[in-house]
């Protein structure tokens, strides 16, 4: 695919196509939908940066995001080239687990070269590099500071259009609106998607949705390294475990500095401030994320969520649901963040729009099939994500309790996790599931089968690393107070105690 704006004439497509909202989802779509559309309008409630800055209309942005190799070869199919760009603009790519100090259910993972990375960064810097180059299509509208409120629907089940307004305008009950004409809508507006009111406004079903909540809270702050840090990993990653439902992530960003997320399944509050995230920090499973933190230089305050459950809307249960209208992204499906799947579906998502428009021919008759390929291309995200949160005592679900196959099978996938510490075939299958590249019938590979039979070892208590290891771990006490922003968390230098180790200090 070319988004070379003189490599197509004008009039080639298929009429006019309208995308609701600008985020990642919507800004893959609408790449997705210019090889088949004379004109695609975004349509953006926000006022839209210039460059990588926060908005609104992204309010997750503030939180860690990751887009796995998968998702980002989708990324590249959709706009060649992207890759460079976005490391060129600051992003990360990351091979896991070369790169990663990875503690999961069993221990710390070998590290090795799996062919799996990550990219990961600001979600403002993808935002913004994808939709420049959206920008130099002139196929391409941004209708900013602009608001769906509903759907026009047409003769034989098919949407024609969308009621739009400015956004805050408040004229009268319902403000000035008027109707803009499409061949082709996309809801991709996220997961305070209208779409379900708007059906039922047209007479149709709203779909029913499944969900799966593992009552998680969120915080994540970004801090500068400590002066003279030197490290031979690039990520930490603590993965949560039924008796411990602490996960805990530090991602790099641009210009060496470093997002640090924390997530516990369960807790009605996220910490609040720096002090209370390093006390946070210090209650995972492995003292490892806690010890560098607290050396470091909070940059700003610590930002909180609550949204955290899966949720996917069944359209594809709906017996009847209008033609010429999809819903894609977080507006069709949200996963629990710590599972780093959103983007990469999203991605995924646009891909096959794009095949299925290609095969089709038309934007017309198409819907009914794509919503069902969009439902097998989610369908293997939300296993992944609704199994590893069913695990969790707290964890509410509308789904049926697990039979006694679904049982057995936990009890197994439960020995791989444990193997994957100690055998290099359980953390490749562990690892392609959790990063999409493959479904789980990875999990019955001879050799990971034999890795599940022997089980794990006791975990190593060292992380393994050069820098970070056994030997060269430092532990500093508690924060008392919480620091200020732009000073030094770490802890005045103090006399050792005698007897004690420096490397093997217990923790809170």
């Known amino acids: 695919m070319s988004l070379d704006p003189t490599s197509r004439g004008p009039d080639t497509g298929d009429g006019h196509a309208v995308v609701i909202g600008s985020g990642f989802a919507g800004l893959t779509a609408a790449r997705a939908l210019v090889d088949h559309m004379d004109r695609v309008t975004v349509i953006e409630r926000d006022r839209l940066p210039r460059g990588p800055r926060w908005r609104p209309g992204v309010s997750q942005s503030r939180h860690?995001?990751?887009?796995?190799?998968?998702?980002?070869?989708?990324?590249?199919?959709?706009?060649?080239?992207?890759?460079?760009?976005l490391v060129a603009a600051g992003m990360s790519l990351v091979r896991v687990p070369r790169d990663v100090l990875l503690y999961g259910p069993g221990g710390w993972l070998p590290r090795f070269d799996s062919g799996l990375s990550v990219l990961t960064g600001s979600r403002d810097v993808l935002d913004t590099v994808v939709r420049n180059r959206l920008h130099a299509d002139r196929?391409?509208?941004?209708?900013?500071?602009?608001?769906?409120?509903?759907?026009?629907?047409?003769?034989?089940?098919?949407?024609?259009?969308?009621?739009?307004?400015?956004?805050?305008d408040d004229t009268g009950p319902t403000g000035v609106r008027r109707l803009l004409r499409a061949e082709f809508v996309v809801d991709a507006s996220g997961?305070?998607?209208?779409?379900p009111q708007w059906l039922r406004e047209l007479g149709y079903e709203p779909?029913?949705?499944?969900?799966?909540?593992?009552?998680?809270?969120?915080?994540?702050?970004?801090?500068?390294?400590?002066?003279?840090?030197?490290?031979?990993?690039?990520?930490l990653l603590l993965t949560a475990t039924p008796d411990n439902p602490r996960h805990g992530a530090l991602t790099p960003l641009a210009g060496g500095k470093w997002m640090v997320s924390y997530a516990e399944n369960g807790a009605a509050h996220a910490p609040s401030g720096h002090a209370d995230f390093l006390l946070a920090l210090g209650r995972l499973r492995h003292p490892l994320l806690r010890e560098v933190v607290e050396s470091a230089t909070p940059l700003g305050p610590v930002y909180r969520s609550n949204r955290t459950e899966n949720r996917w809307r069944r359209y594809e249960w709906t017996r009847r649901l209008p033609d010429q209208f999809a819903v894609m992204g977080d507006a069709l499906a949200v996963?629990?963040?710590?599972?780093?799947?959103?983007?990469?579906?999203?991605?995924?998502?646009?891909?096959?729009?794009?095949?299925?428009?290609?095969?089709?021919?038309?934007?017309?008759?198409?819907?009914?099939?794509?919503?069902?390929?969009?439902?097998?291309?989610?369908?293997?995200?939300?296993?992944?994500?609704?199994?590893?949160?069913?695990?969790?005592?707290?964890?509410?679900?509308?789904?049926?309790?697990?039979?006694?196959?679904?049982?057995?099978?936990?009890?197994?996938?439960?020995?791989?996790?444990?193997?994957?510490?100690?055998?290099?075939?359980?953390?490749?299958?562990?690892?392609?599931?959790?990063?999409?590249r493959a479904g789980p019938a990875v999990f019955l590979r001879p050799r990971v089968v034999a890795a599940a039979v022997r089980g794990g070892r006791p975990a190593a208590f060292d992380a393994p690393s050069t820098t970070h290891g056994r030997g060269v771990r430092r532990r500093r006490p508690p924060l008392t107070t919480a620091p200020s922003v732009g000073a030094s968390t770490a802890a005045p230098p103090r006399s050792r105690v005698p007897?004690?180790?420096?490397?093997?200090?217990?923790?809170?």
């Open 64 to 85: 860690t995001h990751t887009l796995t190799d998968t998702g980002l070869r989708a990324l590249e199919q959709l706009f060649p080239g992207v890759t460079g760009e």
């Open 499 to 508: 007897g004690s180790s420096p490397t093997h200090l217990s923790g809170r």
């Open 139 to 168: 196929k391409v509208r941004f209708l900013q500071q602009h608001e769906v409120v509903g759907l026009e629907g047409g003769r034989n089940d098919t949407v024609t259009g969308v009621v739009l307004r400015r956004a805050g």
């Open 207 to 235: 779909p029913r949705e499944s969900v799966v909540d593992a009552g998680a809270s969120y915080a994540t702050a970004v801090y500068a390294p400590p002066v003279g840090h030197v490290d031979d990993w690039k990520g």
């Open 191 to 195: 997961y305070a998607s209208a779409t």
């Open 335 to 436: 996963f629990h963040p710590v599972h780093g799947q959103g983007l990469t579906v999203a991605a995924q998502c646009a891909v096959l729009l794009d095949a299925m428009l290609r095969s089709h021919g038309s934007t017309v008759g198409v819907a009914y099939r794509l919503r069902h390929a969009l439902a097998r291309q989610v369908a293997g995200a939300w296993r992944a994500a609704t199994a590893t949160d069913l695990a969790f005592p707290c964890a509410v679900a509308d789904v049926d309790p697990p039979g006694p196959a679904a049982r057995l099978a936990r009890r197994y996938l439960d020995r791989v996790a444990l193997a994957a510490s100690v055998d290099r075939a359980a953390a490749t299958a562990t690892l392609e599931v959790a990063h999409l």
